[in-house]
């Protein structure tokens, strides 16, 4: 199996561990400079999200998050939560609800981040709450269905930021 092979099939932890090791035998190899590190790993990473992998996907939408690549960035993070990667149906779903380097579509933001907050995702879980305990986003005033969601951070199973 080549290392492209390797970087398509593995999960999120194997490919930064692919990543990582490749380009950590490289440094120790041979002196390279932080920046020439850092593009390298870009580089690794956009092979990656060719071949379909979310959590490159994700880094690179995290990477690009700033003008004037808002809108790359955007599409990272559509192309990684239709892959079901839940950290970035969060992040996809803020950006539609806000309009952040994509068109504005506030049911589709809600949509993600309720799928993501029923993915235990703490963010959008916090983000739920909120929105029941002050009666936002369509959200209807509920305080019972706040806590019940401001527990749910608490969980063993819940996916930190």
């Not at 235990?120 to 305080?143: C, L, M, T, W």
Request: proline content about 2%; glycine content about 8%; aromatic content about 10%.
């Amino acid at each position: 199996m080549g290392e492209k092979d390797s970087c398509a099939s593995g999960g999120a932890k194997q490919w930064a561990c692919n990543v990582d090791a490749g380009l950590d035998s490289q440094t120790k190899n041979k002196d390279i400079s932080q920046q020439e590190f850092d593009q390298q790993y870009r580089c690794r990473a956009e092979e990656a999200a060719r071949y379909g992998n979310a959590e490159a996907m994700f880094f690179l939408g995290c990477e690009l998050d700033q003008e004037p690549t808002l809108q790359e960035s955007s599409r990272y993070f559509e192309q990684a939560s239709a892959l079901g990667h839940t950290y970035t149906k969060w992040c996809h779903g803020i950006n539609l609800l806000s309009g952040h380097g994509t068109e504005k579509d506030e049911a589709r933001g809600l949509l993600l981040i309720r799928q993501s907050a029923e993915e235990k995702f703490e963010g959008a879980i916090r983000f739920v709450s909120d929105a029941y305990a002050h009666g936002a986003y369509g959200f209807p005033q509920n305080e019972e269905l706040a806590a019940e969601w401001r527990s749910k951070p608490a969980d063993k199973d819940v996916i930190h930021y």
